[in-house]
Nanobody
Framework: VQLQASGGGLVQPGGSLRLSCVAS????????LGWYRQAPGKQRRMVAH???????IYGDFVRGRFTISRDNAKNTVYLEMSSLGPEDSAVYFC?????????WGQGTQVTVSS
């Protein structure tokens, strides 16, 4: 499975951003798609996960500000982010889970700053 993320950039506090991640390869092996983030000097944390079946899962810090969605026809997972604050600045990684292992995209930088 290969993952190509895009959509990061610089946004002002309180602003919004949408990240996209296109999956390719053995799509049928994917059980779920999601997003993680990692700020400098900190551990990678789950932002949101959307399994093929079941409920969406969000990190506690999301607090209703982000929405994960999928377009299965396009093999794409999205992360709509709003009410962004400086604490949301990080590299955001797309993630795909299979029964065997997890796959990671290359990451896209999100910087929230005035």
């Amino acid at each position: 499975v290969q993952l190509q993320a895009s959509g990061g950039g610089l946004v002002q506090p309180g602003g919004s951003l949408r990240l996209s991640c296109v999956a390719s390869g053995d799509i049928s092996s994917i059980n779920g798609l999601g997003w993680y983030r990692q700020a400098p000097g900190k551990q990678r944390r789950m932002v949101a996960h959307m399994p093929n079946r079941g409920d969406k899962i969000y990190g506690d810090f999301v607090r209703g500000r982000f929405t994960i969605s999928r377009d299965n026809a396009k093999n794409t997972v999205y992360l709509e982010m709003s009410s962004l604050g400086p604490e949301d600045s990080a590299v955001y990684f797309c993630n795909a889970l299979t029964y065997v292992r997890a796959f990671w995209g290359q990451g896209t930088q999100v910087t929230v700053s005035s």
